[in-house]
T-cell receptor, first 111, second 115 residues
Framework: GQQVMQIPQYQHVQEGEDFTTYCNSS?????IQWYKQRPGGHPVFLIQ?????EVKKQKRLTFQFGEAKKNSSLHITATQTTDVGTYFC???????????FGGGTRLMVKP | NAGVMQNPRHLVRRRGQEARLRCSPM?????VYWYRQLPEEGLKFMVY????????ESGMPKERFSAEFPKEGPSILRIQQVVRGDSAAYFC?????????????FGPGTRLTVT
């Protein structure tokens, strides 16, 4: 079946450093969504990207969708301890398919 | 508008017992999804349901697991004869009717422990 590969699996950063997680699909996606799960919590929707080359920002978070719609990234500028959690991407290949989640990147921020 | 409700939040079962997990989607949502998450791992899709219909159960184990979403009442994920390997967090999510590319709203999850 179709898969979304997400790297890295874990990332430790010092507070104030930047962080990036990447998602890759071998085939063209229809759209991609990003979710955040705090430790002990449940996934919460962050954003959806639909257009080729799309870039969206939410405060310190920047989301990108590749030109070929096969990859996406989430970049956090100047991490804070509140950014701790696991970030999941989830891809959709066409309207008839299920959303498929990547394995997640677990971000740990050292104060 | 209440969010997705799941109960119980924590469930302890002995090996061989049955586990019943309930999920009430957000008001107005007709799509329900169940996911399993093992400790320190990602979300694994199990089943997608609409009212009275199983649309996609490609992620469900063939034995012991079943799911339903009746016309009235919550969606139920049922695990018969639980084993230690079933210990996990089970999340339910819902989305509005229409296209599958709507965002999914997750419930707080049920943490199942099999002793």
């Amino acid at each position: 079946g179709q898969q979304v590969m997400q790297i890295p699996q874990y990332q430790h950063v010092q507070e104030g450093e930047d962080f990036t997680t990447y998602c890759n699909s071998s085939t063209t996606l229809s759209n991609i969504q990003w979710y955040k799960q705090r430790p002990g919590g449940h996934p919460v929707f962050l954003i959806q990207l639909v257009k080729s080359g799309e870039v969206k920002k939410q405060k310190r978070l920047t989301f990108q969708f590749g030109e070929a719609k096969k990859n996406s990234s989430l970049h956090i500028t100047a991490t804070q301890t509140t950014d701790v959690g696991t970030y999941f991407c989830a891809g959709l290949w066409n309207a008839g398919n299920m959303l498929t989640f990547g394995g997640g990147t677990r971000l740990m921020v050292k104060p | 508008n209440a969010g997705v409700m799941q109960n119980p939040r924590h469930l302890v079962r002995r090996r061989g017992q049955e586990a019943r997990l309930r999920c009430s989607p957000m008001k107005g949502h007709s799509h329900v999804y169940w996911y399993r998450q093992l400790p320190e791992e990602g979300l694994k899709f199990m089943v997608y349901l609409q009212k009275e219909n199983i649309i996609d159960e490609s992620g469900m184990p063939k034995e012991r697991f079943s799911a339903e979403f009746p016309k009235e009442g919550p969606s139920i994920l049922r695990i018969q004869q639980v084993v230690r390997g079933d210990s996990a967090a089970y999340f339910c999510a819902s989305s509005p009717p229409g296209w599958l590319d709507y965002e999914q709203y997750f419930g707080p999850g049920t943490r199942l422990t099999v002793t």
